[in-house]
C-alpha cells in the first residue's frame, strides 16, 4: 500500500505516519530524512542537493523526486511506503505520478486530516506552553505566529492538492482534531476497508 497524509501544520501528520508504520510495517519516508541520508550517504543525486544546501538554496523538486526514486527501489519499500511531507504542491503531485507509474506501482490512497486552523493555534500555543512547564525547550517554530505563516504557505502551495487526489478518488478524509488514539483508530478503520476492497 503507498499512502500519503495530507494536513496543514501542527495535524499530526507525522505521528500518525509513524503509528500506521508501525501497524502495518510499511516505512514513513519524510523527505527531509531522505535529503540527509541521501547527502550523508554521497549518492549522485545527494551529491547534487548538498551543493544547493550548502549555497543556501532550496533543492528542486527533479533532486527531491530523484531521492524519492532511489529510495523506494530499496527492498523495504517492496510492499508499499507513506510518504511524509510530499507531495507539497500541483506539479510534485504530477511528478510523483510519473514516477510511480515508471515503476509499474501507484498511489493507493491519500488521507486528509481535517483540522480547525483556530484550534490549531491554540493546540501549538498549549503545547508550547506544556513544554515549557515541563522544563523543555520549545521548537523556534512552535508559536502561533510562525503557525500561522506555515498555514499560509500550506493554503498557498499544498492544499489544491486536496482537490487534486479528490479528482482522482484518492482522497479519504479524518476528523483531526480529536485525540490521537482516535484519529489512529479512525485511519486504521479506513485503511482496513481499502485492504479488504
Known sequence: MILILLGPPG??????????????????????????AAV??????????????????????????GIIADRISEADCAKGFILDGFPRTLAQADALDELLKSKGR????????????????????????????????????????ALKTRLIAYYRETAPLIGYYYAHRLLKSVDGMKPIPEVSRQIGELLDQFQHA
Do not use: F, Y
Not at 11 to 31: D, M, N, V, Y
Not at 48 to 65: N, P, R
Open 11 to 36: 495535524a499530526g501528520k507525522g505521528t500518525q505516519s509513524q503509528l500506521i508504520s508501525e501497524r502495518l510495517g510499511l516505512p514513513q519516508l519524510s523527505t527531509g530524512d531522505m535529503l540527509r
Open 40 to 65: 550523508k550517504a554521497g549518492t549522485p543525486v545527494g551529491l547534487k542537493a548538498k551543493q544547493i544546501m550548502e549555497a543556501g538554496g532550496l533543492v528542486s523538486d527533479e533532486i527531491v523526486i
Open 106 to 145: 501507484h498511489l493507493d490512497v491519500v488521507v486528509e486530516l481535517k483540522v480547525d486552523d483556530t484550534k490549531l493555534i491554540e493546540r501549538i500555543e498549549c503545547r508550547a506552553r506544556e513544554t515549557l512547564a515541563a522544563g523543555g525547550t520549545v521548537r523556534a517554530d512552535d508559536n502561533a505566529d
